[in-house]
Antibody
Framework: EVELVESGGGLVQPGGSLRLSCAAS????????MSWVRQTPGKGLEWVSA????????YYAGAVKGRFTSSRDNSKNTLYLVMHGLRVEDTATYYC??????????????????WGQGTLVTVSS | QSALTQPPSASGSPGQSVIISCTGT?????????VSWYQQHPGKAPKLIIY???QRPSGVPDRFSGSKSGNTASLTVSGLQAEDEATYYC??????????FGGGTKLTV
């Protein structure tokens, strides 16, 4: 059974940094692309980042580009999101998600299929 | 404001059918067959129920179906059941390494 468990969320001041982790189990981690998606009560779901199965390719939404970095350690079955220069508008529940199929190509790499339970990030002074 | 436009609410009685629309542009919904739909119950993570416009993941009832015409995708829920009451989000590949979502539709049964 696919399981994704996020951790690392919390309260941080504007301008601060945070590292989120997502521990994966129940599937062959290094054959699936992964994504981070965040959710705020007012704005619904917002895609944040995607990373290829190997970790060599990463993609970011415009709102976080240059501030957030997605990476993965396939030996530890873990996905990471390092967030710098946090802003109040980054406050959200952050979900990690696995795509549906192995070795995805093109648009199929942008279909989050299995989601973790989420970790809350609050940016406030 | 979300990239894709969904009605904020929809409703139907048990046994009835309801259709939820999702309108984008030729750069996302109209340009690619990578439209997906998610069901989210309060306090839970989203669950994928439709991908690639009309495909259903294993375990999703065939009461859920998807379609697309031009820049608008639709989710049809037939034979409404009480457990279908949830918020539904559409998502679409938007090219240029981008995924966009709708603002969500709260379905009341």
């Amino acid at each position: 059974e696919v399981e994704l468990v996020e951790s690392g969320g919390g309260l941080v001041q504007p301008g601060g940094s945070l590292r989120l982790s997502c521990a994966a189990s129940g599937f062959t981690f290094d054959t699936y692309a992964m994504s981070w998606v965040r959710q705020t009560p007012g704005k619904g779901l917002e895609w944040v980042s995607a990373i290829s199965a190997s970790g060599r390719s990463t993609y970011y939404a415009g709102a976080v580009k240059g501030r957030f970095t997605s990476s993965r350690d396939n030996s530890k079955n873990t996905l990471y999101l390092v967030m710098h220069g946090l802003r109040v508008e980054d406050t959200a529940t952050y979900y990690c998600a696995r795509v549906l199929g192995e070795h995805c190509t093109g648009g199929s790499c942008y279909v989050p299929a299995y989601w973790g339970q989420g970790t809350l990030v609050t940016v406030s002074s | 404001q979300s990239a894709l436009t969904q009605p904020p609410s929809a409703s139907g009685s048990p046994g009835q059918s309801v259709i939820i629309s999702c309108t984008g542009t030729s750069s996302d919904v109209g340009g690619y067959d990578y439209v997906s739909w998610y069901q989210q119950h309060p306090g839970k993570a989203p669950k994928l129920i439709i991908y690639e416009v009309f495909q259903r993941p294993s375990g999703v009832p065939d009461r859920f179906s998807g379609s697309k015409s031009g820049n608008t995708a639709s989710l049809t829920v037939s034979g409404l059941q009480a457990e279908d009451e949830a918020t539904y989000y559409c998502g679409s590949f938007g090219g240029s390494a981008n995924l966009v979502f709708g603002g969500g539709t709260k379905l009341t049964v």
